[in-house]
């Protein structure tokens, strides 16, 4: 039985609300766990889609016949879309150790997904984490394992930035993988990548922890193709 006590968070595409899933009849056995609903294109805001969906496929011709006439069922279709990748982005990144939420199931347009934080309390994002320049370095440091992973596996983020980075007991956890993209498959993967390495950068260096963004992209880069 799942109860939902609250919201976490509301995005551009996405709100994510905290959900208790309890065996009924048996108090011991519960857990809480993050629920994100996406909105379909006509409620949310985010515009730039395309550039992300380059080099993916819907297979079901009736879906890609109504996403072209953008239709009803096309624009249920299109959130779906969002939340079947962020799954299977989940899943793939679990799979290779990467510190992502665990995945727990999908359906329609809701991801449900381990919840990171303390008692009924979210893991505050990177942005909202007040460190000293030694912390500071070791979380530089963690992000740039996650990107050198994600890059390993030809993959970049996409969207990679503070605010989609959580911290829980000194640990960097990666949220918001909807938009993940395949760095060769994709014509601006690339570029894309190169952008989440200057956002992290120019976000470190405006805490005076000076990182070069082209220096970690080539590092990247050497990851994926070396």
Not at 141 to 148: C, E, H, P, S
Request: glycine share 8%.
């Amino acid at each position: 039985m799942d109860t939902e006590l609250g919201i976490l968070k509301t995005g551009k595409e996405a709100d994510v609300f905290l959900i208790e899933r309890a065996v009924p009849g048996d108090a011991t056995q519960r857990t809480l766990l993050a629920a994100k609903r996406y909105r379909d294109s006509d409620h949310r805001s985010f515009q730039r889609s395309s550039t992300y969906t380059e080099g993916r496929r819907t297979r079901n011709t009736r879906d890609t016949r109504a996403l072209a006439k953008k239709s009803a069922h096309g624009r249920e279709v299109a959130a779906a879309q969002w939340s079947f990748a962020e799954f299977a982005a989940l899943s793939r990144m679990h799979e290779l150790g990467a510190p992502v939420p665990y995945p727990v199931q999908v359906s329609g347009t809701e991801i449900l997904m381990e919840f990171v934080g303390d008692g009924r309390t979210a893991a505050p994002r990177l942005a909202q984490v007040r460190a000293d320049a030694v912390d500071l370095a070791d979380l530089f440091a963690q992000i740039a394992d996650i990107m050198r992973l994600f890059a390993g596996a030809g993959f970049a983020h996409g969207d990679l930035s503070a605010y989609n980075l959580l911290v829980h007991d000194g640990r960097v956890r990666v949220i918001d993988l909807p938009q993940i993209v395949d760095t060769v498959a994709n014509p601006q993967g690339l570029d894309l990548l190169h952008r989440d390495c200057v956002n992290i950068c120019d976000w470190f260096g405006r805490r005076r922890l000076e990182r070069d963004p082209e220096e970690l992209f080539g590092d990247l880069l050497a990851a994926s193709f070396g």
